[in-house]
């Protein structure tokens, strides 16, 4: 019993990990409906940013993750003004799928395909909760993304820009008719996407070690995650997070470690095959 | 600059094409008598096995419209049956080979199922995530695959030199039949279909084309020749491990190629080959940084998808992009 | 206009962070892409006035770390060679290349060093998958590959004639000096319980295999076996569940970042077993760079140490200390004692006829850095390897008592302070 319940909160932590990577590719999903191939690459990149700004100007991650959240805002909205808006659907997936092996490969020139850690001293060791272990790293990426959702919550209910940004995404014509500059929507929606992968990427380098093709291995399982939560629905993507790290967890407790990969793909393929709107999603 | 387009045009879509592909033919057959140099025959028996998968990707990803982003994993499971068959039961892997087409073909079957239900996009996912369970499988199942620690194959029993020359011939003829089998299919009603498909399979449909059927029978068919070429690569690399046959880049080169040559073209996956395989070799072996080579590719693809999309022979068509 | 200026804007950014970039580049040990690699012109007609010798190495990837030890080795060796005046009166010329720790570009790579820049001999790659597909090619071509980076017993059991490890021992003899470190225990000490984890590829897993070997031979009762897979970022369910069992004894069959990340997790989860014995890792000065304190009390085998009292190896630190100004680690003596087979097999020999030299090297007992090396008739050396735990900051030697610079940590205390 104990064994399963470390498990859970392990799951949990962990789950709140991957929906901090995934919810910039669910907005961007929900709102323009582009597969952004390229998340998990800007993810990478942002922690590289962040670890030689610490280890050769000892800033401190947290203040670097500020930085490099703003330059990645200025790339992704760049980014789609000029390039991406070009194309849409399946080539827009191919597009940004080409630019995060593009990204991957410089990385891997400029830096090596050397593993790296960003070190954080004082979130080494962990709280104890009633004889639970609780990796403070982990924690701390969990609160991260309450407060994400939070204020993207809030954003998208309350503000001006938020409702929006609903508008477009339910009807990008009519959003134009009512006086909404669609494309401003769209190159600002991509350019938070791409900023919310590096507070991800950022906290996923306190935690793993991390090295440019490791965005491969992400990619598939944010696929994994948006497509079993449901396309662009952010509360879908909090719970299936959630639910696949939990069921890795225990798989990897009770089954062997070597199996917890797979748990994300079996998902995505199941849920392809049997519900493909997933849990929470629109239909497609 | 007009001068050269018409020319090369001439060479590849006016009807004297029947004889430049004789003569490349005849050429590429010769080449291991005229030239000593096992590089060079390496060279081109490693361009062969991936235009042999860039025209199997083809038949799915450009015929049909259905973009497979995981066309590795029937790469890797042809060398896989090859490798598995050699090593427990000493068959030929010349024969197995085959039969490693056979294992993808009844994979896709299996895989195509479900997944070409979905569209665009989503298709893409789907098989993106279909390579890494295979290299997940096939790390985990360590008893039949042998595991991370891959599968070593029995040295082959002639001399370097021969060996190079016959696994140069076989791979020759995999590739030549890949592509006369795409040949058949630009002249064939079943091509037509799977263009209307492509095009828009609403309309297909209910003009009487059965979409589900056809798509699944491109989607087979595509999986044969990697499967083959994979099973001659296992025997001539000697040794095969997960993550070298599941590498999701060869699922990358198999569309780069084909996007840059022109997808949905018999010629277009040759030529994007040809081109796209040579310059990343040179950029690889001029420049020994390591990612160089994948540098170069993806920016290309980039380029390809955003000035290109036809690709060279869409392009020397004029089918459009020439602006 | 707009947008071009919105191009350039574009364009600019792009520059500044390429910029960016290109400025981290040479800083705190980034692999900079490997000098001697430049790569000679194809396959001259005229003979080459120097020897040259050749090989790839992981230089960047995941063994990029370990790699790089391997080249600072052979450049010394060669370097040395050169200032003595050569080998069989030519200057040696490395041809080093990067196989990105992938075993198929290794392999690729040795069919162009053999076929196009046509060198004279051959020095291996590092880690056993790796050597496992590149000797592949070099027994192909019937050329002798003296490697210091792949040592697992499957490399040698393929019946291959031409290649040798300078290695002094198999991957599944490592864990020796640590069950003799446990034979010689007091028995009210004892432990009686252990734990063996490794990642799912070839070293490891002979490392695993060599582990449960021994404890069966002692009586200790193994609670764990498993493997995860390589590669692996997070390995809290595993630890949480061996925790769970409450071993005495923890093996772990690891390459640097997970041993990196075993030390990590056991500190998450607050707990420590009596001996915590990991492999690669512990040997590297950086182990205790990247964990600081952390690192105390851990185990871990050591094939070499600058302590040793072989021939040769103050004159070899001290050389390797001048041109890089640090210290050598067991990587870089192996990959300095594979040069130094190489050349006393060629000078005894006479000629680079590949059979002759094998048929030397299999003969005769060479004094290298590493020990006197006598290989099998399989090509691997039958010295055995150190057991050393880090203390302060310090690796002391443990096993065998002989050689031992310290008494050992144990059992660890079981919580992290």
């Known amino acids: ?284 | 600059m007009s001068f050269t387009r018409s020319l090369i045009k001439k060479c590849l879509v006016s009807k004297n094409k029947k004889y430049v592909v004789f003569i490349l033919t005849a050429l590429t057959l010769s080449l291991p008598l005229l030239s000593s140099e096992i590089f060079y025959i390496d060279f081109l028996l490693v361009l062969f096995m991936y235009a042999t998968i860039a025209v199997g990707w083809n038949i799915i990803g450009g015929y049909t419209g259905y973009v497979s982003f995981g066309h590795v994993a029937f790469f890797g499971l042809g060398a896989y049956t090859t490798a598995i068959l050699l090593v427990r039961f000493g068959l030929s892997p010349f024969v197995t080979c085959i039969l490693g087409g056979v294992v993808a073909i009844v994979f896709a079957l299996l895989i195509g199922i479900p997944t070409l239900k979905l569209k665009g996009a989503y298709f893409a996912i789907a098989t993106l995530g279909l390579g890494f369970v295979l290299q997940l499988l096939f790390l985990n199942l360590g008893s039949l695959t042998g595991g991370g620690e891959g599968l070593s194959l029995p040295l082959p029993p002639w001399d370097i030199k021969t060996s190079v020359e016959i696994f140069y011939y076989a791979m020759f003829i995999v590739f030549l039949a890949s592509v006369l089998t795409t040949y058949w299919l630009e002249h064939s009603r079943f091509g037509l279909a799977l263009k209307c498909i492509r095009d828009d399979e609403l309309s297909a449909e209910t003009s009487g084309i059965p979409t589900a059927k056809l798509k699944t029978m491109a989607f087979l068919l595509s999986a044969f020749f990697p499967a083959v070429s994979g099973g001659l690569f296992s025997y001539y690399a000697t040794y095969i491990d997960p993550i070298t046959v599941f590498d999701p880049k060869i699922s990358m080169y198999a569309i780069v190629f084909s996007m840059l040559g022109g997808s949905g073209s018999v010629l277009g996956p040759v030529i994007g080959s040809i081109i796209l395989y040579s310059v990343a070799q040179t950029a690889r072996y001029l420049i020994t940084a390591p990612g160089v080579d994948v540098m170069v590719f993806s920016a290309i693809a980039v380029a390809v998808i955003i000035y290109l999309p036809e690709g060279i022979v869409g392009f020397l068509k004029g089918r459009s992009g020439a602006k | 206009m707009v947008k071009m200026n919105g191009k350039t804007l574009l364009v600019g950014a792009a520059l500044t962070i390429l910029l960016l970039m290109v400025g981290c580049v040479g800083q705190p040990s980034t692999p900079s892409p490997t000098q001697t690699a430049s790569p000679t012109p194809t396959a001259s007609p005229t003979p080459a006035p120097s020897l040259l010798v050749g090989g790839s190495l992981s230089l960047t990837g995941e063994y990029g770390r370990t790699g790089e030890w391997y080249k600072l080795g052979y450049q010394l060796w060669a370097d040395q060679v050169n200032a003595k005046g050569g080998l069989l009166g030519k200057p040696i010329k490395l041809i080093l290349y990067d196989d990105q720790s992938d075993p198929t570009t290794s392999a690729n790579l040795y069919e162009k060093l053999i076929t196009v820049d046509k060198v004279d001999l051959l020095l291996g790659p590092y880690s056993s998958a790796i050597v496992f597909s590149a000797s592949s090619v070099s027994e192909k071509h019937h050329m002798v590959m003296v490697e210091g980076g792949g040592n697992a017993l499957k490399v040698f059991s393929r019946g291959y004639k031409y290649i040798f490890l300078t290695l002094p021992g198999l991957a599944e003899n490592i864990t020796k000096g640590l069950f003799d470190f446990i034979a010689q225990l007091p028995s009210d000490q004892k432990p009686e319980t252990i734990a063996v984890i490794n990642a799912n590829d070839l070293f490891p897993k002979a490392i695993a295999s060599g582990a449960l070997h021994y404890a069966d031979k002692l009586g200790l009762q193994v609670v764990l076996h498993e493997e995860y897979p390589k590669g692996t970022t997070d390995l809290t369910p595993l630890i949480t569940k061996i925790k769970n069992l409450n071993p005495d004894v923890l093996v772990c069959g690891t390459y640097f970042p997970d041993a990196t990340l075993v030390v990590k997790t056991l500190k998450q989860l607050n707990w420590k077993p009596k001996i915590v014995f990991l492999t690669v890792g512990v040997a590297m000065p950086e182990f205790w760079d990247t964990l600081g304190t952390d690192a105390q009390g851990m185990m871990g085998e050591s094939w070499w140490e600058a302590t040793a009292p072989w021939a040769g190896v103050k004159e070899f630190v001290q050389a390797f200390k001048q041109k890089y100004g640090k210290d050598p680690d067991y990587h870089a003596a192996c990959a300095y004692a594979a040069g130094q087979v190489l050349e006393t097999a060629v000078k005894a020999v006479g000629s680079l006829n590949q059979d002759k030299i094998a048929n030397y090297i299999r003969t005769h007992t060479i004094q290298t850095v590493v020990g006197p090396l006598k290989f099998t008739e399989a090509g691997y050396p039958t010295l055995g390897p150190l057991l050393v735990q880090w203390q302060n900051g310090e690796r002391v030697i443990i096993m065998p008592k002989d050689a031992a610079t310290g008494e050992a940590i144990y059992p660890l205390p079981s919580t992290w302070s």
């Open chain 1, 1 to 284: 019993m104990n064994l399963f319940i470390q498990a859970v909160i392990t799951g949990v932590l962990v789950g709140g990990i991957y929906a901090l990577v995934t919810l910039g590719l669910t907005l961007i999903f929900g709102v323009m409906d582009i597969g952004n191939a390229a998340q998990a690459a800007f993810a990478i990149l942002a922690a590289y940013i962040v670890y030689w700004l610490s280890s050769l100007y000892h800033v401190d991650p947290f203040i670097g993750m500020i930085l490099a959240t703003g330059l990645l805002f200025v790339m992704g909205f760049y980014l789609y003004k000029y390039i991406v808006y070009k194309t849409s659907g399946l080539m827009a997936f191919a597009l940004l799928y080409f630019l995060s092996i593009f990204l991957e490969s410089t990385m891997v020139f400029v830096w090596g395909n050397t593993y790296r850690g960003i070190k954080v001293p004082y979130l080494s060791g962990s709280l104890q909760i009633y004889g639970y272990y609780i990796p403070l790293d982990r924690f701390i990426g969990f609160l991260m993304v309450s407060a994400v959702l939070a204020i993207i919550a809030y954003v998208l209910k309350y503000t001006y820009f938020g409702k929006a940004i609903r508008a477009t995404m339910q009807n990008p014509y009519a959003a134009a008719l009512m006086g909404i500059n669609v494309d401003r929507i769209y190159q600002v929606t991509f350019g938070i996407g791409i900023a919310l992968s590096g507070i991800a990427g950022v906290i996923l380098g306190t935690i793993y070690s991390f090295y440019p093709s490791l965005q491969g291995v992400w990619i598939g399982l944010m696929f994994a995650i948006v497509v079993f939560g449901g396309m662009g629905s952010l509360s879908g993507t909090l719970i299936g997070s959630i639910i696949i790290g939990i069921i890795s967890s225990l798989v990897a407790t009770y089954v062997s470690s070597v199996w917890a990969p797979l748990v994300a793909y079996v998902i995505l393929v199941l849920t392809l095959w049997i519900k493909p709107s997933g849990i929470k999603g629109r239909k497609i």
